[in-house]
């Protein structure tokens, strides 16, 4: 991957949640990793949430050994709630990179970033303590330009633009408009100095378009869209598929 092209980060929460729903095992979560890495994925996605609802603590575990021994190239990402379990995660396993998710216990998925000056002061030490630790922290922020400077003063070193807003708005009269709020969004991010992350309803459908319109992202973790369509075509073609569409921004 070059230094400006898009990495591709599959999440497998979805996998997760399909096999907890029999005691058999399957589908496997260290397979799917095996094989959207053999086709091309840049690293792995995981939101491990307290309830352990998909992924696992054990599933977080594995899949570290596994990209540690096999894909020692690949990128592990873990997403979460630093105030509730990620910073387990990350001091026991020191992941390249831990997303910090304002979610609650119970949210059905995330659809909200932090908010500033709210969260810095309780946000600031667990950056801190995730960066010494040789962690890249990155931020889950709406596509508000007025938010970036402060994602940086708290210590972030990157910020995930949450893209539901994008992905709901496409077909509409506000498309221009809302996918404008995030070119600048990520403008103002790296003027501060921040690299930029996206994810959430980005699909095959639209993931192209969003790269064209903001160049600037360095990571999309797509998960939902990405295992529907490995339903249909299986791991290693949707894959191969994601990666066209990012090729096809350039």
């Not at 990620?86 to 909200?112: G, I, K, W």
């Not at 949707?238 to 569409?245: A, F």
Request: charged share 25%; net charge negative; glycine share 6%.
């Amino acid at each position: 991957m070059s230094p400006t092209s898009t990495a591709l980060s599959v999440n497998l929460n979805k996998v997760a949640l399909v096999r907890n729903t029999r005691h058999l095992g399957i589908p496997s979560v260290l397979f799917a990793a095996a094989v959207c890495l053999d086709a091309g994925a840049h690293g792995i996605t995981v939101h491990p949430r307290p309830d352990e609802r998909h992924i696992r603590g054990q599933d977080v575990r594995e899949l570290s050994e596994l990209l540690a021994k096999d894909w020692p190239k690949a990128e592990f990402n873990i997403e979460g709630n630093p105030f509730h379990n990620l910073m387990d995660y990350v001091r026991e396993l020191r992941p390249h990179q831990a997303t910090f998710v304002p979610d609650s216990h119970d949210q059905f998925t995330s659809d909200h970033g932090w908010s500033f000056p709210d969260d810095a002061e309780r946000l600031r030490p667990l950056i801190a303590e995730a960066k010494a630790l040789r962690v890249r922290v990155s931020l889950f922020m709406d596509p508000d330009p007025d938010m970036m400077a402060a994602a940086k003063a708290v210590g972030a070193d990157r910020v995930e633009l949450y893209t539901e807003g994008y992905a709901a708005s496409r077909g509409t009269s506000r498309a221009d408009a809302v996918l404008q709020l995030y070119v600048e969004a990520a403008k103002a991010a790296q003027a501060a100095g921040l690299e930029v992350n996206a994810g959430h309803d980005l699909s095959r459908d639209n993931l192209a378009q969003f790269l064209r319109a903001v160049p600037e992202v360095r990571e999309v973790s797509i998960g939902h869209a990405f295992i529907a369509d490995a339903l249909e075509q299986g791991y290693a073609a949707t894959t191969r598929d994601y990666l066209r569409c990012i090729s096809e921004a350039r």
